[in-house]
């Protein structure tokens, strides 16, 4: 038996949470990531996985062994990465995950110079606006938008989104313009946002000074999705809060009107979030340096 190859199996599976994805990530028969289990738990004497047909969960030992054989690992593949100059030209399939609206307009039309800059990297892009359990799915990095939940995970921040409201001509003609955000209680209706975890509508939100109004507002339409949303306020179906950046060139098409100006909506952080035990890997260092620089490229996206 491989140690290394049996080691690499077991912390695959206790991340991805099954042998089948363990298997799949590391490109072996499920068949043979279950004979180096096996073996690994006959050669340190001790059960460290617990099976049954619809789950796999990590016994007492099997967690301190998991502690240790990840940062093992972690070492052994930065060892690997300095002695063959893999730091200078990082490389391997680098799986990562933006949200929708991000991957429209800011990612995808810049990926080109990462790929340039780093030819031996393959990308593969994800987008979606669902959280994603970055172990689990086994995806390398994240680029998300609202504050962190998950403290164990490492992240940089390299952005701040402006939003402000926003509504479609259309549906101004039709219900007039709000002078203030509690008229949209009684008299307008929202474009909503909803979670795609928890499925709660999230709230709309207005500071103008020392003032702070939070509203959850009556909806037509509610959607889990950046652009699915945007299009939504596009074609009338009420007011919302969207990226500034997003809405400027539609603000001076006329093909949207801002609304309540002198009320500001809080800026959300964007983050580039990753898995502890690979914060070294070249190719994610890569890629984090990467997205911080274009992220800075935009002043506009950067807050105080």
Not at 280 to 291: E, I, N
């Amino acid at each position: 038996m491989d140690p290394i190859l049996a080691m690499r199996a077991f912390v695959r599976v206790v991340e991805s949470g099954n042998f089948t994805r363990a298997a799949e990530s590391l490109a072996l028969p499920k068949g043979t990531v279950t004979k180096q289990i096996q073996s690994l738990e006959e050669r340190v004497q001790s059960k460290l996985l617990n099976r049954t047909t619809r789950r796999v969960t990590v016994t007492p030992d099997g967690a301190a062994y998991y502690e240790r054989a990840a940062r093992l690992l972690n070492d052994f593949d930065d060892l690997e990465s300095s002695m063959t100059n893999a730091q200078a030209s990082p490389q391997g399939r680098l799986r990562i995950d933006v949200g929708s609206s991000t991957a429209q307009l800011l990612i995808i039309p810049a990926l080109q110079s990462f790929c340039d800059k780093y030819p031996d990297i393959q990308v593969d892009l994800g987008v979606t606006d669902r959280p994603v359990d970055l172990l689990g799915e086994n995806v390398d990095c994240v680029i998300r938008a609202g504050q962190l939940t998950d403290q164990s995970l490492v992240a940089r921040r390299i952005a701040m989104l402006p939003f402000i409201t926003v509504a479609s001509p259309s549906y101004v003609q039709r219900y007039g313009t709000p002078q203030h955000p509690n008229e949209l209680e009684k008299r307008h209706h929202v474009v909503g946002y909803f979670s795609s975890r928890t499925r709660r509508t999230l709230p709309h939100e207005f500071r103008k000074g020392e003032e702070f109004i939070e509203l959850t507002l009556p909806y037509r339409v509610s959607v889990n999705e950046a652009n699915a949303h945007f299009s939504s306020v596009l074609a009338g179906f009420g007011i919302s809060q969207v990226v500034r950046f997003q809405a400027e060139p539609y603000i001076e098409r006329g093909e949207l009107v801002q609304l309540l100006p002198d009320w500001d909506v809080e800026p959300l952080p964007m983050y580039v979030v990753y898995p502890p035990n690979r914060h070294l890997s070249p190719k994610v260092r890569a890629f984090v340096d990467w997205a911080a620089e274009l992220f800075a490229s935009y002043p506009h996206l950067q807050g105080n």
